[in-house]
């Protein structure tokens, strides 16, 4: 009986040392992985990174931009705020995509943007997001969805006659074109605002006053 025991206690003792998975925070578990000389795996304490907003500099436009989505494919939509260097909202705009995969609502988080700051006459242009595979369609146009191709292609001779610049951005940081995003399920179409939202300008203040937020990785 006891060589059995002991048996037994070796074998959760070899096996549960060389697992990687997290114990809980219950002392009940706690009692019984030390009563078979199992070592306690605590989580690792999360990593909390600062996320400000930056202005451009002078003369610049940037543009904060982001998409949301009901599924993939799913319902869809984007959204934009462009600022100065100041951090003041000049313009922004809201678009509903219908239903699209994650491909194609980050490639219209680059085209809406450049088109508009053609329409507007902006030449030095910053767009920001959490944007993922926006650099693989710039380099492979072929990946792009056959139904936004060629306004894909239209768009890169845009950027190219103009200073573009695309940058990552953590969601923290890109609170208030969230926001906007999720507005844009509910709309018809493409929507454009000269003047900022009220469910947005206190966030816009936030930028703007340099408040941090942060992000727990």
């Given amino acids: 009986m006891n060589s059995t025991k002991a048996s037994i206690t070796a074998n959760v003792s070899l096996s ?28 690792k304490a999360p990593i909390i990174i600062e996320v400000i907003w930056s202005p ?27 600022r100065n260097n100041h951090g003041e909202s000049l313009e922004c705009f809201a678009a509903n995509l219908g239903i ?16 508009c700051a053609v329409s507007g006459n902006w030449k030095h242009l910053w767009i920001e997001s959490d944007l993922k595979l926006t650099n693989l369609a710039v380099k492979w146009p072929h990946i792009v969805p056959w139904k ?10 845009l950027m190219s006659n103009m200073y573009c610049m695309i940058t ?23 929507l454009w605002w000269s003047s900022p939202l009220g469910e947005i300008r206190g966030d816009l203040v936030k930028n703007i006053i340099g408040l941090p937020f942060y992000r727990f990785a």
């Fill in 16 to 43: 549960g040392n060389f697992t990687k998975l997290v114990n809980g925070p219950s002392i009940g578990d706690f009692t019984i992985l030390k009563a078979f000389n199992v070592s306690t795996h605590h989580p």
């Fill in 56 to 82: 451009p500099i002078l003369h610049r436009i940037k543009c904060n931009t982001n998409g949301s989505a009901l599924g993939s494919p799913g319902l869809s939509s984007c959204a934009g705020i462009f």
């Fill in 100 to 115: 699209s995969n994650s491909l194609y609502a980050e490639l219209m988080e680059v085209i809406l943007p450049v088109e």
């Fill in 148 to 157: 936004i191709n060629n306004r894909w292609l239209n768009c890169l001779p």
């Fill in 168 to 190: 990552h951005i953590y969601r923290e940081g890109n609170h208030c074109v969230d926001k906007l995003a999720r507005s844009g399920l509910a709309i018809d179409g493409f």
